[in-house]
């Protein structure tokens, strides 16, 4: 029997149970659609205020909103993007430029650093080259041992310094040379120049035996006077003039009766000339001794010796202490040969392709 027949028939039991389960499923079916409907118009409402809050917000607590220029704004900072952009890239050109600046600096430096460690090698051997030319110098043309010995060591030193094996056959002549200076005696060539010159230049202070003899004149005509003036009181003009007369003659003829032997009377142009030829004396031994000429050296220092004996005063202190300075510088042991010490220049140049100079 169908719906059709149940309502034809409402007086049908089964018609009448197949209705009320027909309308029981549809309750059912219509309560969760319900309760979705309600939950949908609660969150729409919620939504609802919210977005009225927010309008409320945006008119009346920020209202400056729409009356800014978004567009503008939107311009000026692209703008500035752009400027910020030009400026980076700006700047790292600067900056590519500083590390190609940097890196030609480094370069610079390096290269600097090279030539420097190149050339102090040079430079440490030129010095050294010019302390050995000192050295052969000081002692050949000075004989100036101590200098000259003091400059070998000084070039040992660089030489030193440098730790080259290659210039260990010039440090093994230094070494024979500075042991030949070493053995010689220690003599000052300089002082004894100085020493000389000091002699030669106290000769004008040289009293000569001529000034001796001039003075024991002038005080025996000085004790005569007053004899004669008495007797010149005593006589008449005639008696005074014959008296003078006998007296002149007198006085062309002394007899002495020392034993000493006296020297001969020089007028002042010769005395001039004994002092000059005593200082010539005591330069030719100074020139003498610096070229290592002992025996003209030893020749010059007897015949200043034997100059301030026949000539000069030999009482006065001054003499007295000429005499033994010569006498002393007389006896100085001088060497004549001097060792060569040429070897290590030669040697260094040899080994350094440089070249001798003129």
Known sequence: MTDTDAKKNPDDPSASRRGKSLLKKSADEAGPGRVRGGLALIL??????VSGYLWYSV??????????????ALDRIESNTNQTQESLANDEKDIKTLRETQDTLRASIEKI????????????????????VIANNRLQLARDTHSALAALRAADHQLELLASPKLLPVRRELAREIGLLESLDKLDVSGMTLRL????????????????????????????????????????????????????????VRVRNDLTLQRPLLPPEQQYFLRENLR????????ALLQGGIPT???????????????????????????AEIGQLQGMK???????ITGSLATLRRLSGRKAEP
């Open 59 to 72: 008119l009346y607590e920020s209202a400056d909103l729409f009356s800014m220029d978004i567009v503008g």
């Open 44 to 49: 729409a409402s919620l939504a609802l205020i």
């Open 197 to 252: 010159a000091a002699l030669a230049d106290s000769v004008d202070r040289l009293p000569l035996a001529t000034d001796i003899r001039s003075r024991e004149f002038a005080a025996d005509t000085t004790q005569a006077k007053p004899g004669v003036a008495q007797v010149a009181a005593a006589d008449g003009g005639w008696r005074q003039t014959a008296r003078d007369l006998w007296r002149d003659i007198l006085s062309l």
């Open 113 to 132: 650093n090279t030539d420097l460690a190149r050339n102090r090698f040079e430079w440490a051997l030129t010095e050294t080259e010019q302390l050995m």
């Open 334 to 340: 001088i060497v004549s040969d001097l060792p060569d």
């Open 280 to 287: 010539l004396m005591l330069y030719g031994a100074q020139q």
């Open 297 to 323: 050296y030893q020749q010059n220092l007897k015949s200043a010796q034997r100059l301030l004996k026949d000539y000069f005063d030999a009482d006065a202190q001054i003499v007295v202490s000429a005499q």
